[in-house]
């Protein structure tokens, strides 16, 4: 483990999980990357572990993006907990975070403050943001990707350390092209982050996991909509305790070496193997996002050149940068090292690490129960019965118990331990959703 504290952000440590030992003639190599803020915050009167003068907070923007499309009144108490639940995110912002307040239909409007700008919160300022929200009103279609565009123009306007989004949606993204949200996502890539959210039960899932995962936040899905203020409350508060962005996971691998995939396996997966910046020879930033005082864990695979017994190499060096607009990096200090050794020791290169085994085992968890809902809906129950069976084997493997919940409502669970299960007739599409929502969500191993 390595770990190093510079001003202003919090500090970070790696720590590597790997079997290092390869048959004769193993050419892959398996790692799971525990890296670890701790420090931020500013608690206390002392200075804070990351440097921080006490007082210090990240300044931030933040954009919430509301659905007010027609469907947004059916039942009219959605726009009404959709209202609650804005003002409740308004309430959680601390003072000096600029925001602004968006309404989406068809077009996106500026709800508050206008005038292409951002509003800076204290007690005025939220006051007449709350007393905007009740002018809002329900109708009209939906295109998210012009909400996301309006987001993106606001936050830029600030030079903040933190940029951040909230998108509501309670319907399918009928009123654009898909091409064009797709457009949209990759241009808002990196300049800011956002948690994405369905309420009710008639929006598209992959529309709204989607978002967040090419803007690295959160997705989730508020069945009821009285649970929407709660929800937006947790959310700004993370939002809140977020103290350095844009952090990369640089990957440097030596001459004859290739990357096989960059996954974030924990608290969710996510794949980011095809995000690779490159930034030199033999090194490749991968983008995690926003981070407060959190941990999280990455799966690193590298493909080496078979070698003979007792010869080792070190298969990649993995840091945490902050790139800069000049072009240049913060380098976060804190490093660990992927290695492969050769041996004849067939118990030693033979046995995987139980972290790399057990994210293996959550990637193709989450793998099963997409595939799993998909068949279902395509009619192909058969099919669809054997990979949710092997779902609930795997969640109940790894002591996945909320994943196993979920599944429950999906399937009648006959043995745990075999996958043996039974379609159930039927299914609560709320539950339904809520599986497939949650499906990247991981448990950790013991470690």
């Known amino acids: 483990m390595a770990s190093f504290a510079k001003p202003n952000v919090p500090q970070f440590s790696v720590d590597v999980y790997q079997n290092e030992y390869l ?16 420090g931020g915050g500013t608690v206390g009167t002392a200075p804070t572990a990351s440097g921080h003068a006490p007082g210090w907070q990240p300044s931030a923007a933040v954009a919430v993006m509301v659905d007010c499309s027609g469907s947004m009144d059916h039942p009219p108490a959605k726009m009404r907990n959709a209202r609650d639940a804005t003002a409740a995110a308004i309430d959680t912002l601390r003072d000096g975070t600029h925001f602004a307040v ?13 005038g292409g700008r951002l509003a800076v919160a204290d007690s005025v300022t939220r006051e007449q943001a709350k007393q905007a929200l009740r002018r809002l009103s329900a109708g009209g279609g939906t295109a998210i990707g012009t909400w996301l565009r309006l987001a993106d123009r606001l936050l830029s306007s600030v030079d903040v350390t933190i940029r951040h989004g909230i998108l509501l949606t309670d319907g399918r993204n009928e009123h654009e092209p898909a091409d064009d949200l797709r457009a949209t996502l990759e241009a808002c890539a990196g300049r800011f982050t956002c948690d994405a959210r ?27 909509p009285a649970g929407l203020a709660a929800d937006f409350t947790r959310m700004m508060e993370t939002a809140m305790g977020k103290e350095v962005a844009d952090v990369a996971l640089r990957v440097w691998t030596p001459v004859g070496t290739a990357i ?53 190499m070190l298969a990649a060096r993995v840091s945490l940068v902050v790139p800069q607009p000049d072009g240049t990096v913060q380098n976060l200090g804190a490093q660990g090292l992927v290695r492969a050794v050769w041996t004849d020791d067939m118990t030693a290169s033979t046995s995987i ?27 192909d129950f058969d099919g669809a019965t054997a990979k949710l069976g092997r779902a609930v084997q795997l969640a109940s493997a790894s002591g996945n118990a909320d994943t ?12 745990a331990a075999t996958g043996t299960v039974r379609l159930r007739t039927r299914v609560a599409e709320a539950d339904e959703m809520t599986l497939e929502t949650r499906s990247t969500k991981t448990v950790r191993v013991k470690k």
């Open 23 to 38: 048959p004769e003639g193993g050419s892959e190599v398996n790692a799971v990357v525990t890296v670890t803020a701790t």
């Open 102 to 114: 968006i309404g989406g239909t068809h077009v996106a409007q500026e709800v508050y403050p206008g």
């Open 198 to 224: 369905g309420v009710g039960t008639d929006w598209e899932v992959k529309d709204v996991t989607g978002i967040a995962s090419a803007l690295l936040g959160t997705a989730d899905i508020v069945a009821d």
């Open 260 to 312: 096989r995939f960059v996954k974030q396996v924990a608290p969710a997966m996510e794949d980011l193997t095809g995000r690779r910046t490159e930034v030199g020879p033999r090194a490749g930033d991968y983008p995690t996002g926003s981070w407060g005082d959190e941990s999280r864990d990455y799966h690193v695979c590298v493909a080496v050149p078979p070698a003979g017994i007792g010869q080792e």
């Open 353 to 379: 690490n139980p972290q790399v085994a057990h994210y293996t085992g959550q990637a193709e968890l989450a793998q099963v129960i997409q595939k799993g809902l998909d068949l279902r809906k395509a009619g």
């Open 404 to 415: 196993a919940k979920l599944l429950a409502k999906v399937v009648d669970v006959v043995d």
